[in-house]
């Protein structure tokens, strides 16, 4: 399968693409540098886009059958002052809207465009339990997944298969959060975030590529899937479970008002709640190679 992702040198776009290529798939790789289009030595192929001004290489993107769509500014990059905040934003928007522009005029369209997402769609929602049924929260990570996910419309409206996977918290050493947790736990400095009781919607690397993969082989899936372990955690079960099995002591944890000061708003994430299901993947019949925490967190290390 001829497969073209976008985000293909963050933390899960490269997994995926090296999961896709030792399978024998041709990967694409749109990016936004001229000096780094071309053959790749891995065996893909990058050809260029600039989604903020709705340019995409058509010729090179012609014939793929799916397109999985993962750039964006990272979240936990900078301090969400209000220029950050439109990045974030505006990063997901803007590419998204143009994939989704492009795409049905190909001559050959992909059958699938699995265009990301987050569980920050459903807000703060406590201990309560969320499912892909449940509506969209009114904080600023809500609505920038509410119009990042309308933004895709133009390709579902032309026939195109859209999937949104609404992806928690993906546990890797290499990258994202797991990235900066892990080496202060390793050196014993860790400790449960805010009051701990916090949800967290925790996901292998592992896992969420496979889950990607199984969205864009499975036609009955479409809009909002949750990519997230079937069995949420609180912060402070997630903070035992790396002590576990790091075997390091957990004992310095880190208080609302700290992170507050050290975070500004973007600490409403860190002790914010989201308590989400895989229903949708667990229906179809995806099967977890790391449901629990402690195994999320050895594969992880």
């Known amino acids: ?30 990016v936004r540098h001229r000096q780094a289009l071309g053959a790749r030595p891995d065996g893909s192929v990058a050809i260029g886009w600039n989604p903020a001004r709705g340019e995409l290489d058509r010729a090179g993107l012609d014939g793929t059958q799916a397109v999985v769509h993962l750039a964006g500014a990272g979240v936990a990059d900078h301090r969400w002052t209000e220029a950050y905040k439109r990045e974030i934003h505006d990063s997901r928007v803007l590419g998204t809207r143009t994939l989704a522009t492009v795409l049905p005029t190909l001559t050959t369209p992909p059958a699938v465009l699995v265009s990301g997402s987050a569980v920050g769609y459903y807000g703060q ?27 895709a419309q133009p390709a579902a409206e032309a026939g195109i298969r859209v999937v949104h996977p ?64 079937p069995e949420p955690v609180t912060n402070a079960e997630l903070t035992a479970a790396l002590g576990r099995v790091l075997r390091r002591p957990t004992p310095f944890p880190v208080p609302d008002f700290a992170l507050k000061l050290a975070l500004g708003e973007m600490a409403v994430e860190v002790v914010g709640s989201h308590r989400v299901l895989p229903t949708k993947l667990l229906a179809a019949g995806f099967a977890f190679a790391h449901p629990q925490v402690d195994e999320a967190v050895r594969a992880a290390l």
């Open 1 to 30: 399968m001829r497969i073209a992702v976008t985000g293909s040198s963050g933390l899960i776009g490269s997994a995926l693409v090296r999961s896709l290529l030792a399978d024998g798939h041709q990967v694409v790789r749109l």
């Open 166 to 229: 609404r992806t928690g918290l993906v546990l890797s050493a290499a990258g994202g959060a797991g990235g900066r947790l892990f080496p202060l736990f390793k050196l014993g400095l860790g400790g449960r975030l805010g009051s701990g009781e916090q949800y967290w919607s925790f996901i292998s690397l592992a896992d969420q590529v496979a889950a990607l993969r199984f969205l864009i082989d499975h036609p009955e899936l479409t809009g909002p899937v949750n990519l997230t372990a």
């Open 125 to 151: 929602t406590g201990a309560r339990r969320i499912d892909e049924t449940s509506p969209a929260g009114d904080d600023f990570l809500a609505r920038v997944c509410m119009d990042w996910e309308g933004a």
